[in-house]
T-cell receptor
Framework: GDSVTQMEGPVTLSEEAFLTINCTYT??????LFWYVQYPGEGLQLLLK?????DKGSNKGFEATYRKETTSFHLEKGSVQVSDSAVYFC??????????FGTGTSLTVIP | DVKVTQSSRYLVKRTGEKVFLECVQD?????MFWYRQDPGLGLRLIYF???????EKGDIPEGYSVSREKKERFSLILESASTNQTSMYLC???????????FGPGTRLTVL
């Protein structure tokens, strides 16, 4: 069945460091791919998405490219800020209404 | 802005109690979802609904039921709460099948 695997956390970075959070997926066909972010005490918010191969989603300095050949959708940011501290979830949606979420990666950015 | 609200942020109940978690969305979305979030397990889908009075089981429906009498409201019911249902519960909604999901702030339920 469909599934998402993302890198284990927690991740701790210094401010202005480069961020990569790996995400790979298993699905037949062409799912849509998402990154959601959960700030402390809040629900999940959509960060970015890509709906077809080679699409690049971007928002707030974060980017992720839908790579069909490697079944990946890695999240990157060139220079993280303290305010980026949150839990990041990779997700896919394939046929039907159901989303499949990864287990989440906690990011802490220290000044 | 889409707003998804949940009736409580924190809830403490006793084993065996009947528990109602309410979710309301204000954007006329067809689809609504209930997840539970546990450390190391991510989000797991309990139930979803694609229309009033319609419901579908997700990955972990055991011990839960749902009700959707009005389009904007989707209730999760724990008929007889147990300690292993202590968790964060997240409600979400989406407009159509292919749209993003909008999440509420979550209800942290503790069952003693």
């Amino acid at each position: 069945g469909d599934s998402v695997t993302q890198m284990e956390g927690p991740v701790t970075l210094s401010e202005e460091a480069f961020l990569t959070i790996n995400c790979t997926y298993t699905a037949t066909g062409y799912p849509s791919l998402f990154w959601y972010v959960q700030y402390p005490g809040e629900g999940l918010q959509l960060l970015l998405k890509a709906t077809k191969a080679d699409d690049k989603g971007s928002n707030k300095g974060f980017e992720a490219t839908y790579r069909k050949e490697t079944t990946s959708f890695h999240l990157e940011k060139g220079s993280v800020q303290v305010s980026d501290s949150a839990v990041y979830f990779c997700a896919l949606r394939h046929t039907g209404n159901q989303f499949y979420f990864g287990t989440g990666t906690s990011l802490t950015v220290i000044p | 802005d889409v707003k998804v609200t949940q009736s409580s942020r924190y809830l403490v109940k006793r084993t065996g109690e009947k528990v109602f978690l309410e979710c309301v969305q204000d954007m006329d979305h067809e689809n609504m979802f209930w997840y539970r979030q546990d450390p190391g397990l991510g989000l797991r889908l309990i139930y979803f609904s694609y229309d009033v009075k319609m419901k579908e089981k997700g990955d972990i429906p055991e011990g839960y039921s749902v009700s959707r009498e009005k389009k904007e409201r989707f209730s999760l019911i724990l008929e007889s709460a147990s300690t292993n249902q202590t968790s964060m519960y997240l409600c979400a909604s989406s407009l159509f099948v292919n749209n993003e999901q909008f999440f509420g702030p979550g209800t942290r339920l503790t069952v003693l």
